[in-house]
Protein backbone atom coordinates (compact mmCIF):
# COMPACT_ATOMS: atom_id res chain seq x y z
CA UNK A 1 0.00 0.00 0.00
CA UNK A 2 1.10 3.30 -1.04
CA UNK A 3 0.56 4.95 2.62
CA UNK A 4 -1.59 8.30 3.78
CA UNK A 5 -1.23 10.01 0.47
CA UNK A 6 -1.42 13.99 0.69
CA UNK A 7 -1.09 17.11 -1.89
CA UNK A 8 0.44 19.25 -2.55
CA UNK A 9 3.44 18.75 -0.07
CA UNK A 10 4.16 22.11 -0.43
CA UNK A 11 1.90 25.48 -0.53
CA UNK A 12 3.20 29.05 -0.65
CA UNK A 13 -0.01 31.64 -0.99
CA UNK A 14 -0.99 35.32 0.18
CA UNK A 15 -3.19 36.41 2.56
CA UNK A 16 -6.85 36.53 1.86
CA UNK A 17 -6.53 33.19 -0.50
CA UNK A 18 -8.65 29.96 -0.52
CA UNK A 19 -6.10 27.12 0.30
CA UNK A 20 -7.15 23.32 -0.23
CA UNK A 21 -5.35 20.74 1.09
CA UNK A 22 -6.10 16.96 -0.19
CA UNK A 23 -5.56 13.30 1.29
CA UNK A 24 -6.00 9.92 0.39
CA UNK A 25 -6.25 7.79 3.42
CA UNK A 26 -4.63 4.05 3.37
CA UNK A 27 -7.41 1.87 1.55
CA UNK A 28 -10.22 0.30 3.96
CA UNK A 29 -9.39 2.40 6.65
CA UNK A 30 -12.30 3.85 7.97
CA UNK A 31 -11.34 6.97 9.97
CA UNK A 32 -9.60 9.67 8.79
CA UNK A 33 -8.03 12.67 10.62
CA UNK A 34 -6.98 15.86 10.15
CA UNK A 35 -4.05 17.76 12.21
CA UNK A 36 -1.91 21.01 12.01
CA UNK A 37 1.74 21.08 13.93
CA UNK A 38 3.24 24.51 15.08
CA UNK A 39 6.19 24.41 16.85
CA UNK A 40 4.31 26.71 19.29
CA UNK A 41 0.99 24.28 19.58
CA UNK A 42 2.79 20.77 18.64
CA UNK A 43 0.41 18.33 17.06
CA UNK A 44 -3.50 19.53 17.34
CA UNK A 45 -6.65 17.34 16.09
CA UNK A 46 -8.77 19.67 13.71
CA UNK A 47 -11.38 17.39 12.73
CA UNK A 48 -12.01 13.13 12.42
CA UNK A 49 -14.37 11.34 10.14
CA UNK A 50 -15.57 8.02 10.57
CA UNK A 51 -17.11 6.26 7.07
CA UNK A 52 -16.85 10.02 5.63
CA UNK A 53 -18.81 11.38 8.23
CA UNK A 54 -17.50 14.18 10.31
CA UNK A 55 -17.86 12.91 13.94
CA UNK A 56 -15.50 15.51 15.49
CA UNK A 57 -14.49 19.33 14.49
CA UNK A 58 -14.16 20.98 17.88
CA UNK A 59 -10.43 21.23 16.90
CA UNK A 60 -11.09 23.80 13.58
CA UNK A 61 -10.19 27.05 14.52
CA UNK A 62 -12.74 29.15 13.11
CA UNK A 63 -15.27 28.81 10.52
CA UNK A 64 -12.69 30.05 7.91
CA UNK A 65 -11.75 26.34 8.16
CA UNK A 66 -14.06 23.58 6.96
CA UNK A 67 -13.43 19.56 5.55
CA UNK A 68 -15.21 17.07 3.67
CA UNK A 69 -14.95 13.77 3.07
CA UNK A 70 -17.50 12.84 -0.38
CA UNK A 71 -15.89 9.81 -0.19
CA UNK A 72 -13.93 6.85 1.29
CA UNK A 73 -10.46 7.23 -0.85
CA UNK A 74 -10.61 11.37 -0.72
CA UNK A 75 -10.85 14.10 1.65
CA UNK A 76 -9.86 17.94 1.75
CA UNK A 77 -8.99 20.50 4.49
CA UNK A 78 -10.27 24.21 3.50
CA UNK A 79 -9.33 27.53 4.30
CA UNK A 80 -11.02 30.52 3.47
CA UNK A 81 -9.70 33.17 3.63
CA UNK A 82 -6.63 31.91 4.80
CA UNK A 83 -4.30 34.21 7.42
CA UNK A 84 -0.31 34.43 7.69
CA UNK A 85 -1.56 32.76 11.64
CA UNK A 86 -2.08 29.56 9.38
CA UNK A 87 0.73 28.80 8.52
CA UNK A 88 1.87 25.22 9.64
CA UNK A 89 2.27 21.77 8.52
CA UNK A 90 -1.32 19.56 8.25
CA UNK A 91 -1.18 16.29 8.25
CA UNK A 92 -3.85 13.63 7.48
CA UNK A 93 -3.68 10.37 9.11
CA UNK A 94 -6.01 7.40 8.70
CA UNK A 95 -6.79 4.46 10.90
CA UNK A 96 -9.08 0.62 10.80
CA UNK A 97 -11.68 0.87 13.23
CA UNK A 98 -11.88 -3.05 13.40
CA UNK A 99 -8.40 -3.29 14.87
CA UNK A 100 -8.24 -3.34 18.74
CA UNK A 101 -5.09 -0.86 17.92
CA UNK A 102 -5.60 2.35 17.35
CA UNK A 103 -2.80 3.26 15.11
CA UNK A 104 -3.06 6.20 12.93
CA UNK A 105 -1.24 5.98 10.10
CA UNK A 106 0.43 9.49 8.83
CA UNK A 107 0.88 10.95 5.40
CA UNK A 108 4.01 13.33 4.62
CA UNK A 109 2.35 16.52 5.45
CA UNK A 110 1.41 20.03 3.57
CA UNK A 111 3.45 22.57 4.64
CA UNK A 112 1.29 26.12 4.02
CA UNK A 113 2.83 29.33 4.19
CA UNK A 114 0.52 32.19 4.00
CA UNK A 115 2.25 35.34 3.10
CA UNK B 1 21.01 9.37 28.68
CA UNK B 2 17.29 10.53 30.38
CA UNK B 3 15.13 13.00 29.69
CA UNK B 4 11.90 14.14 31.30
CA UNK B 5 9.91 14.74 28.00
CA UNK B 6 7.45 17.81 28.13
CA UNK B 7 9.97 19.74 30.73
CA UNK B 8 13.41 18.78 28.88
CA UNK B 9 12.27 19.11 25.35
CA UNK B 10 16.16 17.86 23.92
CA UNK B 11 18.03 14.59 24.52
CA UNK B 12 21.85 14.26 23.48
CA UNK B 13 23.33 10.77 23.64
CA UNK B 14 26.22 8.82 21.93
CA UNK B 15 26.01 5.98 19.56
CA UNK B 16 25.44 2.97 21.33
CA UNK B 17 23.81 4.38 24.57
CA UNK B 18 20.45 3.21 25.43
CA UNK B 19 18.14 6.63 25.27
CA UNK B 20 15.36 6.52 27.60
CA UNK B 21 12.21 8.97 27.04
CA UNK B 22 9.66 9.85 29.24
CA UNK B 23 6.11 11.07 29.03
CA UNK B 24 3.66 12.15 31.40
CA UNK B 25 0.13 11.97 30.70
CA UNK B 26 -3.25 13.73 32.88
CA UNK B 27 -5.60 11.26 31.90
CA UNK B 28 -6.21 8.32 34.05
CA UNK B 29 -9.10 6.94 31.91
CA UNK B 30 -6.61 6.70 28.74
CA UNK B 31 -6.48 3.39 28.47
CA UNK B 32 -3.70 2.89 25.29
CA UNK B 33 -0.91 4.54 24.48
CA UNK B 34 1.33 5.17 21.24
CA UNK B 35 5.06 6.02 20.72
CA UNK B 36 5.67 8.10 17.59
CA UNK B 37 8.94 9.04 15.84
CA UNK B 38 8.90 12.65 13.41
CA UNK B 39 12.01 12.54 11.17
CA UNK B 40 12.32 16.11 9.88
CA UNK B 41 10.09 16.75 6.67
CA UNK B 42 7.77 13.98 7.05
CA UNK B 43 4.83 12.61 9.23
CA UNK B 44 4.86 10.84 12.61
CA UNK B 45 5.81 7.41 12.29
CA UNK B 46 4.23 4.49 14.77
CA UNK B 47 7.14 2.88 17.22
CA UNK B 48 5.42 0.84 19.31
CA UNK B 49 2.21 0.69 21.66
CA UNK B 50 1.04 -0.04 24.58
CA UNK B 51 -2.71 -1.12 26.78
CA UNK B 52 -3.04 0.14 30.20
CA UNK B 53 -3.89 -3.45 31.13
CA UNK B 54 0.17 -4.24 30.83
CA UNK B 55 2.88 -2.82 32.12
CA UNK B 56 5.85 -3.38 29.37
CA UNK B 57 6.12 -4.09 25.70
CA UNK B 58 9.19 -4.67 23.67
CA UNK B 59 9.21 -4.35 20.28
CA UNK B 60 12.71 -4.17 18.41
CA UNK B 61 15.27 -2.46 20.11
CA UNK B 62 12.99 -0.54 21.70
CA UNK B 63 10.49 -1.13 25.07
CA UNK B 64 7.95 0.97 26.44
CA UNK B 65 7.11 1.12 30.05
CA UNK B 66 3.94 2.03 31.67
CA UNK B 67 3.40 3.11 34.70
CA UNK B 68 0.04 3.70 35.35
CA UNK B 69 0.27 4.47 39.52
CA UNK B 70 2.05 8.19 38.38
CA UNK B 71 0.88 8.18 35.18
CA UNK B 72 4.38 7.80 33.21
CA UNK B 73 5.20 6.18 30.09
CA UNK B 74 8.78 5.78 28.81
CA UNK B 75 10.11 4.73 25.81
CA UNK B 76 13.42 2.74 25.45
CA UNK B 77 16.20 2.89 22.57
CA UNK B 78 18.63 0.36 22.77
CA UNK B 79 22.00 0.86 21.00
CA UNK B 80 21.30 4.27 20.01
CA UNK B 81 21.95 4.91 16.16
CA UNK B 82 22.30 8.23 14.24
CA UNK B 83 19.04 6.92 12.38
CA UNK B 84 17.56 7.28 16.10
CA UNK B 85 17.54 11.05 15.64
CA UNK B 86 14.46 12.74 15.04
CA UNK B 87 11.34 14.08 17.62
CA UNK B 88 9.33 11.28 19.84
CA UNK B 89 5.81 11.89 20.65
CA UNK B 90 3.80 10.43 23.32
CA UNK B 91 0.07 9.86 22.56
CA UNK B 92 -2.71 8.78 24.57
CA UNK B 93 -6.34 7.63 23.75
CA UNK B 94 -8.93 9.01 26.05
CA UNK B 95 -11.65 6.92 26.19
CA UNK B 96 -14.61 9.25 26.44
CA UNK B 97 -12.89 10.50 23.22
CA UNK B 98 -13.43 7.81 21.08
CA UNK B 99 -10.47 7.06 18.83
CA UNK B 100 -9.45 10.56 18.60
CA UNK B 101 -5.32 10.47 20.16
CA UNK B 102 -4.14 13.39 22.23
CA UNK B 103 0.01 13.98 21.60
CA UNK B 104 2.26 15.41 23.74
CA UNK B 105 4.59 17.94 23.08
CA UNK B 106 7.59 15.88 21.84
CA UNK B 107 11.07 15.62 22.79
CA UNK B 108 13.97 15.93 20.10
CA UNK B 109 16.65 12.80 20.60
CA UNK B 110 20.20 13.89 18.67
CA UNK B 111 22.58 11.16 18.47
CA UNK B 112 26.17 11.60 18.24
CA UNK B 113 28.78 9.55 16.99
Known amino acids: DAGVIQSPRHEVTEMGQEVTLRCKPI?????LFWYRQTMMRGLELLIY????????DSGMPEDRFSAKMPNASFSTLKIQPSEPRDSAVYFC?????????????FGAGTRLSVL | GESVGLHLPTLSVQEGDNSIINCAYS??????FIWYKQESGKGPQFIID?????DKRQGQRVTVLLNKTVKHLSLQIAATQPGDSAVYFC????????????FGKGTTLSVSS
Open chain 1, 93 to 105: ASSLARSTRNIQY
Open chain 1, 27 to 31: SGHDY
Open chain 1, 49 to 56: FNNNVPID
Open chain 2, 27 to 32: NSASDY
Open chain 2, 50 to 54: IRSNM
Open chain 2, 91 to 102: AENRSQAGTALI
